[in-house]
């Protein structure tokens, strides 16, 4: 199968600067193939938008918590991450 997935949503390791990661773009690669199509799932009841069971107050306070939870090894591993890649830019 080829596809643009790479280990994941969120790939801590050195994976940005093997190939393009995205679709579509002018550099060739993987196509969408008409003959699928994105997997269908029967629900029941209502689906929709509800109050979350955490009280949040903005847009970013999960990712904040989640940061916090992390040890002081995996925050500086963190922002080495995000710096490196948006040094890239």
């Not at 992390?70 to 591993?77: A, C, P």
């Amino acid at each position: 199968m080829a596809n643009y997935y790479r280990d994941g949503a969120h790939d801590p390791s050195e994976n940005v600067d093997r190939g393009i990661h995205y679709s579509p773009n002018s550099y060739g690669g993987p196509v969408a193939n008409p003959l699928y199509e994105i997997a269908r799932a029967r629900v029941e009841g209502l689906v929709g938008r509800y109050a979350s069971a955490y009280p949040i107050e903005q847009d970013y306070e999960m990712a904040r918590m989640r940061y916090l939870s992390y040890s002081q090894k995996d925050r500086e591993f963190t922002q080495k991450t995000i710096i490196t890649r948006l040094g890239a830019c």
